[in-house]
């Protein structure tokens, strides 16, 4: 009786080891974000991994000078698997903000994962959040908000 136990409690552990090593998984996002112009200024990728902290405190920032071809490829090793909601921006005039006009619509060059285009604001976090399970590329498309 004792033994039966004892195998029990080991497979019910062996059962939460396993649930726990696969909720932390991690694999390598490459993000490609093109139409910058070539050799000019930078681009700032913020990735957000809930809607609580969209647009608001990322917890992957990173900033890439542009090159020869208007783009831009940022790899990010070690992310763990989740929903994921991904800007960028153009920050052409490489002064680490985005800048915007009158009403606060951006006069840079914006981007968000699934090539999202925000009507009246920016889209929301369910419109471009992408699951990440494994090594995954993308791609985002920079744009005028204007468009």
Same mark, same amino acid.
């Given at each position: 009786?004792?033994?039966? *136990? ?10 939460? &080891? ?5 909720? *932390?998984?991690?694999? $390598? ?12 200024? *930078? ?15 990322? $917890? ?37 903000? &985005? ?9 840079? &060059? ?16 369910? *419109? $471009? ?19």
């Amino acid at each position: 009786m004792l033994i039966n *136990q004892s195998k029990i409690i080991l497979s019910f552990y062996l059962c939460l &080891l396993s649930v726990a090593l696969v909720s *932390q998984e991690k694999g $390598v996002l490459e993000v490609l974000v093109s139409g910058a112009k070539p050799n000019h200024g *930078q681009v700032i990728l913020s990735i957000f991994n809930s809607e609580d902290n969209y647009l608001n405190t990322p $917890v992957v920032g990173m900033i890439e000078k542009v090159n020869a071809s208007g783009k831009v490829t940022f790899h990010l090793p070690g992310l763990s698997t989740g929903d994921y909601a991904i800007s960028a921006f153009y920050d052409e005039d490489e002064n680490g903000e &985005l800048n915007t006009g009158f009403l606060g619509i951006p006069t840079e &060059l914006v981007g968000f994962s699934n090539n999202v285009k925000g009507s009246f604001g920016p889209p929301s976090f369910n *419109q $471009v959040k992408i699951e990440f399970t494994d090594n995954k590329k993308i791609s985002i498309n920079l744009n005028s908000a204007n468009e």
